[in-house]
């Protein structure tokens, strides 16, 4: 693999240990590009995801996270470069796709029940009616989250934590190969930020699905990520394991991004704030 | 004994009441939910720029629907394509939009010939849906079958990309498309209501009966049909109290949603 060092700020440089290239790829993103008039918001970003695996993706604000989630999920349209998901182009696989958007991005007060929003997630419309077989799928994905209770509940009414396990329900519902999360639990109490981070540490277990968690908590970098991918103005600066990238030098560097919490590195500590 | 139900134009108001109603607030549960309250006002603003334009062309005041549509659903569009390239927030496009057309509107009456067929503006301003006339009821009629059958088919999608465009998105829904069409609907059934309750009260046409039900609704299907429901009932009570009255009826059709209101508020779901 190719050198890694750490640059005189100490901010992870290079490629370090990455994932056995004979696993079987579910996001594979090869020099990715993505100018907007007047900015280069990413720059010729390549890695990959093999199955199962649980990517963390940090770096300082602005550094192209946003842009990158946006456009692997056809949100924005590239410069050049390709994404391929499941070998296949990204736009042709997006229901292999699960999604959980930072809470700020939906309209929490429309009227609906939290079954209205996995039902609409499965039929990729919203539905007036629903059908006994879409109830029990609902119930059981939501029992899976730990959120059984949450079936009927108004979206309205429903907690910051409870909001990102609905959330992480409706997009686990179509079983996808990858799940997608923005931030999950910017603006969540302690407690649900605690509650969500154990079933994150669940989907990191799973063999089956792999995931991209955006985050600057690093409790989360931490407990959950198999592979750490840093992005710093709009390049892929590092890519390695926690452990490589969560080292004396590196950490500090991450750490500012989440506003200096160092204590955060060990599970049983507070949970540093996110953006 | 003749009763007001029994009168051709009493007739024909009940019923153009009764649909405009009902569409200002089928319109109104998705225009309401996306916070874009203030484009109803906006575009009678833009309307009355319509209106002006087909004034000057020489064309009845009958028959200005037919100049006063084209140009408010291009000022919909408009807004549209200013809010995708979300350089500017709904209400400050909608706000530039309207005040431009009202501008140009005001310009374009001073520009007319003083032989021209004369212009009640109180009629613009307030409405006149006692002088609906056969003609009017067609177009009342036609629009009301094309927006429902539009939106019945697209509500799914629309209700989707209303609560999250990105999810819906991801969904395969196409919410630029769903968006457009919403706003040039939204312009569609405001020229036609203006004729009902006038440039001035057309937005609380759209606006109240949506808010009302949203009080009240749990889930959107719920929400719309009880929106209908409102608008259409409170248009019909408005217009019979009006009668006996003897007073305004555009004024008290919104004066009568704006008791619906009212009790919405005691009856808000806790």
Known sequence: MSAAHADPEGLPQGHFSLPDPSLPRVLEVEGLTVDVPGRRLLDDVSFWVPKGEFVCLCGPNGAGKSTFLKTVLGLMAPTSGSIRILGKPAQKALRDVGYVPQRKTSDMTFPARSIDLIVASMRGSWPLRIREEERVRASEILRHVGGEKLLEKQIARLSGGETQRVFLARALVNKPSLVILDEPTAGVDVKGRAEFLDLLAEISASDELAAILVTHNLAAVARCAERVVYLDAGRVSAWGLPSELLGQASLSAISAVAGGDHAAHSHHHPLPDEE | ???????????????????????????????????????????????????????????SLERMTWVALPFTVMIALGIGYVLRRGSLRGDVATGVFSAISFALGVLLLGLRSNDGPQVNVETVLFGSILAISPEDLITVGVVGVATSLLLAFTWTKLAYATFDPELAALSGVKVAALDYMLLALTAVVIVVAVKTVGIALVSSFVVIPAATAKMVGRSIGRVALLAIAIGMIGSTIGLILSYHANVASGATIILTLGAVFGLGLLFKKK
């Open chain 2, 1 to 59: 004994m003749e009763t007001m139900f029994d009168l051709p134009f009493m007739q024909r108001a009940l019923i153009a009441g009764a649909v405009v109603g009902g569409l200002c607030a089928m319109i109104g549960v998705f225009v309401v939910q996306r916070g874009l309250s203030f484009i109803g006002d906006g575009l009678a603003h833009a309307a009355f720029g319509g209106i002006a334009l087909g004034l000057l062309l020489g064309v």
